[in-house]
């Protein structure tokens, strides 16, 4: 897997996870996992390949967001959310070694897709909500949602998102709770992925190699969010996601 291609957009998707983790693009990081299959799948790779390798640098993206955004969340929605979070992985990663490589792309096109049309909408849903306060039972149903789809496509952030918005946190304690949502999500994940033979030796020495431009990613978005209009970059961001989302679905229908 040499070919300049693949390296390159590779490289580009694992600086959007740095750009994402720093706060800028709204749905940036739902882009990463779609734009990596696409990327390994012109070297031949199965879309299980690209999911497995991205974990590892996800893990590193939310230790630099943990570490900024420390003690500034809601806890209660983790514990609320955290036995569906668990059940839902659990289920996601049972059905993933039973799925042939078309399955998994059609569900990663249609998760990205399904994103896209979530914030085109969401601004209308959720403009006359009252603030509602969280549970044990709509925690479960968002915990399972969240895990089952974070597991497939490492697309947990509209699931994350139905059930935080209509609380009306304030800013900061929104994006940060969301860290430290994503954060125990993605730990959870790692033992699964690593018995399941999703992150591998072979995965992680591409990990290795890439890891240096997820702070470099990070120092991007800090400095791209005080110059660019936000806004802009997020229509941007949703284009190119629905672009892959809707290449993975084709190619998927028509292989």
Known sequence: MTEWPVILIVGLTVLFIGISKAGLGGGLGMLTAPLCVVA?????????????????????????????????????????????????????VQVMGRLEPGHFNLIIGGLAVCFVAFQVVKERVFKNETAFKPGYGTGMAAGIGAGLTSTFAHGAGPVINIFMIPQKLAKVEFISTRVLIFTWINWIKMPFFVGWGLVTVDSLKWDLVYLPLIPAGVWMGIRLNRKISEEKFRKLIYALTLLAGLHLIISSLTA
């Open 40 to 92: 390994f799948g012109l070297a031949g790779q199965p879309p299980q390949f690209a999911i497995g390798f991205l974990l590892p640098l996800l893990c590193a993206g939310d230790g630099f967001s943990l570490h900024h955004y420390w003690r500034q969340w809601r806890s209660e929605n983790l514990k609320y959310m955290l036995p569906g979070i668990l059940l839902g992985v659990l289920a996601g």
